[in-house]
């Protein structure tokens, strides 16, 4: 036989080692997780105190002293009905559309009694003009049945009427009767006291609870007027403009 030759191992001589399924091997361990570790959160400290607060507050006043209601109106009938429209709505559009709304119906008992199509067309460049025609409608009659046309002076008379949140009652509250009773969230003041470090909160029921007690109660319808007149020329939503905030060396948020 040639030295090349090859032993051939019959196949019934090959001895058998049967493999054990992965899970019964004995001795393996189980692979290490490869999930990213997650590193805690770092919550910083709160730096909503009355000193700060009162910084801010001096300091807008200083940069915005005429602020005021952008909403025009004469009386609290025509404030209230210029606050129910100016939902999802800018009040420069609201102020286009009241002079001709107010000349047809000049008072609640008018409203109450208007028609509900022309009405709605009226007020249908303000958008959502269905429900705010609702809304309108009923707030007018409730003013009629429970006070006589009259717009009422509390909280609680202002947000029974259909139509009225707790928003609409302080802006009429504040600046129709210069009442302080709360704190009008909008959503310039809900970005800007996030931005500022006054409120983690993002409900505006909660902001207003927790920018109430850091202002004095005779300042609250003026911060309101302060904070949206500087969301509106500086710390816009987009691209807030930080050089030149009056605020950017002690705003917690500012790019600068």
Known sequence: MSKCAM???PAEATPYFPRMPPRARIGTKKA????PIRKPRVRS???????????IYRRLHLAYPDAHCALNHRNPYELIVATILSAQCTDVRVNMVTPALFAAYPDAHALAAADRETLEEMIK???FFRSKAKSLLGMAQALVQRHDGRVPRTMDELTALPGVGRKTANVVLGNAFDVNDGVVVDTHVARLSKRLGLTKETDPVKIERALMPLFPRDRWTMLSHLLIEHGRRVCEARRPKCEQCVLNDICPSSLV
């Open 7 to 9: 032993t051939v191992v």
């Open 32 to 35: 290490p997780s490869r999930r």
């Open 45 to 55: 400290k709160s730096n909503a105190t009355p000193e700060r607060a009162g910084e």
């Open 125 to 127: 460049s303000t958008g």
